[in-house]
């Protein structure tokens, strides 16, 4: 038997919104866009001081402390840590290159001083490797 998937539901408000997108010919992108900056929002009041939130793909959303979190379940993911040289967390089946997109985002990619941050803010995480 399959994994149970919950009926997603929209409200008349957002229909509306959709079909005055699409009689003017404007681009959903645009709608799409706003909401996740919208979400994003929300999750500033999780961060601590001097961290930076990003979007991704998918309602996906990560700092500069290399937290990511599920902005649609509203729920921070845990990261692997490997041997303090590389961090991973697993996103439907999408890979993602976190040490690229830090370089991106012009952020410190230091694995050790990420780990000294998750273990004062008690932040869960996964270790692989010989990890210190």
């Not at 500033?44 to 599920?70: H, M, S, W």
């Not at 590389?86 to 410190?108: P, R, Y």
């Amino acid at each position: 038997m399959g994994k149970y998937n919950k009926q997603q539901y929209v409200n008349d408000s957002y229909i509306e919104t959709i079909e005055h997108y699409l009689h003017n010919d404007l681009d959903l992108k645009e709608l799409y866009e706003e909401e996740k900056v919208q979400n994003l929002d929300a999750f500033k009041e999780l961060l601590i001081q001097g961290e930076e939130i990003i979007p991704l793909f998918d309602n996906y959303a990560i700092t500069n402390y290399c937290r990511v979190f599920n902005v649609k379940l509203i729920r921070q993911l845990s990261p692997n840590f490997y041997e303090d040289k590389n961090v991973s967390v697993c996103l439907h089946t999408k890979k993602q290159d976190i040490k690229k997109l830090f370089a991106e985002q012009g952020w410190d990619y230091n694995i050790p001083d990420i780990k000294k941050i998750y273990d004062k803010n008690k932040w869960k995480y996964g270790r692989l490797g010989n990890l210190k």
